[in-house]
């Protein structure tokens, strides 16, 4: 059975991207005394319903009752060798703590802001995030299609998708119209994907339907790397720290934190080796794949023994021109979020939580930015993204 919550939203400590407890365990490890903050970003400036910060925060309150279960703990110590048995010890006694959460409204605005020790704060983003996605469209009355229908779309998307013969992994709990969707929607992926369908990133799901839990690490890893060791440095030891502690495990790295021509400089011979391939989350996709090939041509590493993860806001259209470029030229695979989890006859969310600031030890605050590859995924103060592309060398910090 899994760990039960029966009166929220929320009822499994599982029901979380994978990446996020690959990162806590290595933070527990490595950086056991750092703090961070988070905030939410309204990026589809959505207005929020009258009273809908109390609705959110009983929400976040109840999941202090949550508590992985004996089954969940078992599933973790089967599947996932690389994770260390005193991280699964550790997280068989979490619980989260509704204080490290502040949230406000004023008027339609919503506000909320997470901080405390980061091994602790990193569970949070996800979940929050996805009860602000079903609480909205649940509080508005912004009701979905039927079950029926939700099934039928997303057969018709994976059969597309098994015709170019691409793999295919389901990212969609952050922005999820509701959980029952996102349910639904994998169990029908299982069912209609077959070997094509690689996957889930969720993983109270993955261990529901027996798939693979998918990911490796955010864009708040290498944040918290540039707070401690400086932009420049951020990239490689982001890289190198990962590398210590998984040995070869969840090697697919994420490219555009610092824009990926910065992470290229850092991403050598070494790391290229090392690491399985990169993951796209901003930018022309094209762009990012020619330049990723030229990467590992430069380095004499042939390019079909490495693997891109497209997972920047895909469609299928989307992923038929990606298709028709790489085939031949890199192996890829597709992770569809919002497309697959919110495809229901609502306007899908446009939300996001990212790290703002980052205390090492014995430190004091730091901001931290997020620059990807295009300006509108920007985050952070104005004044810290021009001073960090200063230091990067980009555009002398305009």
Same mark, same amino acid.
């Given at each position: 059975?899994?760990?039960?919550?029966?009166?929220?939203?929320?009822?499994?400590?599982?029901?979380?991207?994978?990446?996020?407890?690959?990162?806590?365990?290595?933070?527990?490890?490595?950086?056991?005394?750092?703090?961070?903050?988070?905030?939410?970003?309204?990026?589809?400036?959505?207005?929020?319903?009258?009273?809908?910060?109390?609705?959110?925060?009983?929400?976040?309150?109840?999941?202090?009752?949550?508590?992985?279960?004996?089954?969940?703990?078992?599933?973790?110590?089967?599947?996932?060798?690389?994770?260390?048995?005193?991280?699964?010890?550790?997280?068989?006694?979490?619980?989260?703590?509704?204080?490290?959460?502040?949230?406000?409204?004023?008027?339609?605005?919503?506000?909320?802001?997470?901080?405390?020790?980061?091994?602790?704060?990193?569970?949070?983003?996800?979940?929050?995030?996805?009860?602000?996605?079903?609480?909205?469209?649940?509080?508005?009355?912004?009701?979905?299609?039927?079950?029926?229908?939700?099934?039928?779309?997303?057969?018709?998307?994976?059969?597309?998708?098994?015709?170019?013969?691409?793999?295919?992994?389901?990212?969609?709990?952050?922005?999820?119209?509701?959980?029952?969707?996102?349910?639904?929607?994998?169990?029908?992926?299982?069912?209609?994907?077959?070997?094509?369908?690689?996957?889930?990133?969720?993983?109270?799901?993955?261990?529901?339907?027996?798939?693979?839990?998918?990911?490796?690490?955010?864009?708040?890893?290498?944040?918290?790397?540039?707070?401690?060791?400086?932009?420049?440095?951020?990239?490689?030891?982001?890289?190198? @720290?990962? $590398?210590? !502690?998984?040995?070869?495990?969840?090697? %697919?790295?994420? /490219? #555009?934190?610092?824009?990926?021509?910065?992470?290229?400089?850092?991403?050598?011979?070494?790391?290229?080796?090392?690491?399985?391939?990169?993951?796209?989350?901003?930018?022309?996709?094209?762009?990012?794949?020619?330049?990723?090939?030229?990467?590992?041509?430069?380095?004499?590493?042939?390019?079909?023994?490495?693997?891109?993860?497209?997972?920047?806001?895909?469609?299928?259209?989307?992923?038929?021109?990606?298709?028709?470029?790489?085939?031949?030229?890199?192996?890829?695979?597709?992770?569809?979020?919002?497309?697959?989890? @919110?495809? $229901?006859? !609502?306007?899908?969310?446009?939300?996001? %939580?990212?790290? /703002? #600031?980052?205390?090492?030890?014995?430190?004091?605050?730091?901001?931290?930015?997020?620059?990807?590859?295009?300006?509108?995924?920007?985050?952070?103060?104005?004044?810290?993204?021009?001073?960090?592309?200063?230091?990067?060398?980009?555009?002398?910090?305009?």
């Amino acid at each position: 059975m899994a760990s039960q919550n029966p009166q929220g939203i929320i009822t499994s400590m599982l029901d979380n991207d994978f990446y996020k407890f690959t990162m806590q365990n290595t933070v527990i490890k490595l950086f056991p005394y750092a703090h961070a903050k988070y905030r939410f970003i309204n990026r589809g400036n959505h207005e929020f319903p009258e009273g809908f910060a109390s609705i959110l925060q009983e929400e976040v309150d109840k999941m202090a009752a949550l508590k992985l279960s004996q089954e969940e703990y078992v599933y973790l110590q089967k599947q996932f060798s690389f994770l260390d048995p005193t991280y699964l010890d550790f997280l068989k006694g979490f619980q989260y703590d509704s204080s490290e959460v502040e949230i406000e409204q004023d008027g339609k605005n919503l506000e909320v802001h997470i901080q405390g020790l980061w091994y602790r704060t990193i569970l949070w983003e996800v979940p929050i995030l996805s009860l602000i996605s079903e609480l909205y469209y649940k509080v508005k009355k912004l009701e979905r299609r039927s079950d029926s229908s939700v099934t039928a779309v997303v057969r018709t998307k994976m059969d597309r998708y098994k015709g170019l013969g691409v793999k295919i992994a389901e990212f969609g709990t952050r922005r999820r119209y509701s959980y029952w969707v996102q349910d639904l929607v994998i169990n029908t992926l299982k069912m209609q994907g077959g070997n094509n369908f690689s996957g889930t990133s969720n993983v109270a799901l993955a261990k529901k339907y027996g798939v693979k839990a998918i990911g490796t690490h955010a864009h708040e890893w290498f944040m918290f790397h540039a707070a401690k060791y400086g932009y420049k440095m951020a990239n490689i030891v982001a890289l190198e @720290n990962w $590398v210590d !502690v998984y040995r070869g495990d969840l090697g %697919i790295a994420l /490219s #555009d934190t610092y824009t990926s021509d910065v992470f290229f400089e850092s991403f050598d011979k070494k790391f290229s080796k090392l690491f399985d391939g990169v993951r796209h989350d901003s930018g022309d996709p094209i762009v990012f794949a020619k330049k990723t090939i030229r990467h590992y041509q430069k380095l004499n590493i042939d390019p079909l023994t490495k693997t891109i993860i497209f997972s920047d806001a895909l469609t299928p259209d989307k992923v038929v021109e990606i298709t028709a470029f790489c085939k031949g030229k890199i192996q890829m695979s597709f992770g569809i979020g919002t497309n697959f989890t @919110n495809d $229901v006859g !609502v306007e899908p969310m446009n939300i996001v %939580i990212k790290m /703002s #600031d980052a205390k090492p030890k014995r430190k004091k605050w730091m901001p931290v930015v997020k620059l990807s590859d295009v300006a509108g995924k920007y985050t952070g103060t104005e004044e810290e993204i021009k001073l960090s592309k200063i230091i990067l060398g980009l555009e002398n910090g305009n």
